[in-house]
Structure formats: structure tokens, C-alpha cells
């Protein structure tokens, strides 16, 4: 009796585990990976890449039950498998990122610094809306606010915000957040993200200069 009450709490207590260092460099090694999918690989080998990682992150999510920062980084990788592929085969691939975006942000909704909330909101943003899919620019803002306010330095938090402005219109608003974003710290054992985060960022400050001029 005493085993089946124990099992019977872990239904519906949330019990967040912290990854020892195994697990740490199992983060890193995807984050990396994910990196040079997405800065360096052509975009017509980037579906099967992230088809190959994302089977990867689902086993470290499974090595690693009850802990957030695995389910981030598997709807992180499933979404940007979602962009590799595109059109209606993607719909599959950013739901199932949204329910392990929605998994972490259970467990410990600051963990990775709200990267779940940057995660979320971006796909709130991107993805079509009913009756298609269930893109929401009101509750992409919603999460964009929060991921800021978990980490209002970070470039991505800020680089995500201001891709948001910027399908809103916003236009001045968005050019602060990016050279906001760009005075990011750099973050240690990541590189090439920064790399060619920074690169997103001036593709879009371009894209706004058009805008307006």
C-alpha cells in the first residue's frame, strides 16, 4: 500500500529533478548540436538533421523525467524541425512542441532563464491560427512579456520580442529590443548560438530599415 500511495502522489505532484553532470553535458552536447544545424548546416539538409536530434532529445527527456530544461529542449529542437520541414507537415512537429514547452513551464517556469516562455511565445507567434493551427499574437505577447521578465537581458528574450514587434508594425520598438539584444553577455559554451543569433538579429534590423524607408 505504501508504494502504490507513493506512486499515486507522483500523478499529480510536480517533483522536479535537477541534472547532474552527465545530464549537463547531455544539455550542452544538444545545444550545440542544435547550433550547427541551424547556423551551418544548407536549409535543404536541416529536416533531417533535427529529425535525427529531436529523436535524441525525446531519450534524454525520458533518461530525465520530472526535469524541465530536457522537455525545453525538445520543443525548441521539435520547432525548429517544424521550420525545416514547413507547410502542413510541420503542424505535428510545433504541437508537439508546445505540450513540452507547457511540461516544463509546469515543472519550474524559470528554468534556462523562461526560455520555455521565449520558446512558447515564438511558437504562439509563428504558427498559423485556427482553424489551422493555434497561433495567438495576444498570448505570444503574453509569453514574450514574461520571458522578458524572467531575463530582460538575454538575446534571445529580447530578439524574440522584437521579431514580435516587428509582425505587429511596431517598428521603433522593435529596433530598441534588437540593439538591446545585441548588448547581450555573451553566454559561456555558446558561440556559435550568439554567432549567429546576432545574425538573425541584423537580417532583422535590415528588414525594418526597408520597412520604414
Keep these: 500500500m505504501k508504494r502504490l500511495y507513493f506512486v499515486s502522489l507522483l500523478a ?8 547532474d553532470q552527465t545530464g549537463t553535458q547531455h544539455l550542452n552536447d544538444l545545444q550545440q548540436r542544435w547550433a550547427q ?15 535525427k536530434l529531436a529523436g535524441d532529445a525525446t531519450a534524454f527527456v525520458h533518461q530525465y523525467p520530472g526535469t524541465p530544461e530536457p522537455l525545453i ?28 514547452l507547457e511540461q516544463a513551464m509546469k515543472l519550474d517556469p524559470d528554468a534556462l532563464q523562461g526560455s520555455a ?41 529580447n530578439y524574440f520580442w522584437a521579431d514580435h514587434l516587428y509582425r505587429q508594425k511596431r517598428y521603433p520598438e522593435a529596433t530598441t529590443a534588437l540593439h538591446k539584444a ?32
Design 12 to 19: 499529480f505532484a510536480p517533483f522536479t529533478w535537477a541534472l
Design 37 to 51: 544545424i541551424q547556423y551551418q548546416l544548407p536549409k535543404e539538409k536541416r529536416a533531417d538533421a533535427f529529425e
Design 73 to 100: 529542449w525538445e520543443g525548441i529542437i521539435n520547432s525548429s524541425w517544424a521550420g525545416a520541414v514547413g507547410g502542413l507537415g510541420a503542424l505535428s512537429k510545433v504541437k508537439a512542441a508546445k505540450a513540452s
Design 117 to 157: 516562455y521565449t520558446s512558447l511565445g515564438t511558437l504562439y507567434d509563428q504558427v498559423p491560427g485556427w482553424p489551422i493551427g493555434f497561433g495567438d499574437a495576444a498570448k505570444a505577447e503574453a509569453m514574450l512579456r514574461e520571458a522578458l521578465r524572467i531575463n530582460p537581458n538575454g538575446i534571445d528574450s
Design 182 to 213: 545585441l548588448q547581450a553577455p555573451p553566454r559561456p559554451g555558446r558561440e556559435l548560438a550568439d554567432q549567429g543569433r546576432r545574425a538573425d538579429i541584423d537580417a532583422l534590423l535590415k528588414a525594418i530599415k526597408e520597412k520604414q524607408d
